[in-house]
């Protein structure tokens, strides 16, 4: 809730915190690779609860194929998300130490929610996984594999992130977020 007041009061003063991307609709706390934070997001900068302060990766390949990007509103479209491409059957593995929240499938693809404590959620589409709810997994342990389905044209791992109910940049905890930058709203 810090981090909210903070970004509010910087916003009332005209000036906009941006981090590599120019400001969308709603306004932006921080952005990586062209993908921005919602100034509403009610995520006070906890690290990550991994012994180095950062997640693993959760597949072999981390570059992305498409980047999270904010809606301009909590109801409003955006990408919740980021997408790593990734063959059908590829092995994913816990960026962190959780507990399996939910494991099923949501409308046509295979679904893995972790819960890794303090309000942090991690979640993986489409995940095939064999682990039920409550399982305990350890910092780079098997998930599962990749499924089928899901919104990319060509196979890709779908990987989403919320703290305290609110989607963030999942970037934030690969440690892959550039410096934020102030910059007047008036241009000058």
């Known amino acids: 809730m810090r981090f909210r007041g903070v970004i509010g009061a910087v916003f009332a003063a005209g000036w906009l915190v941006v981090a590599g991307a120019p400001a969308p609709a709603g306004g932006v706390v921080a952005a990586v690779e062209g993908a921005t934070e919602p100034a509403s997001s009610g995520w006070a900068g906890r690290p990550a609860s991994g012994s180095a302060g950062v997640w693993e990766w959760p597949l072999p390949e981390h570059?992305?194929?498409?980047?999270?990007?904010?809606?301009?509103?909590?109801?409003?479209?955006?990408?919740?998300?980021?997408?790593?491409?990734?063959?059908?059957?590829?092995?994913?593995?816990?960026?962190?130490?959780?507990t399996v929240r939910f494991s099923g499938v949501v409308v046509d693809r295979p679904l893995l929610t972790l819960d890794h404590g303090d309000g942090v959620l991690s979640s993986f589409e489409p995940l095939v996984s064999e682990l039920p709810v409550g399982s305990i997994v350890a910092r780079g342990a098997v998930l599962g594999a990749v499924g089928s389905g899901g919104h990319c044209g060509t196979g890709c791992l779908h990987v989403g992130v919320r703290v305290d109910g609110d989607y963030v940049s999942p970037m934030l905890f690969f440690g892959r977020v550039p410096p934020a930058v102030l910059l007047p709203l008036d241009g000058g």
């Open 63 to 98: 570059t992305l194929a498409a980047p999270y990007a904010a809606p301009a509103t909590r109801y409003a479209a955006g990408h919740r998300g980021v997408d790593f491409p990734a063959a059908a059957g590829a092995v994913v593995r816990a960026p962190d130490d959780a």
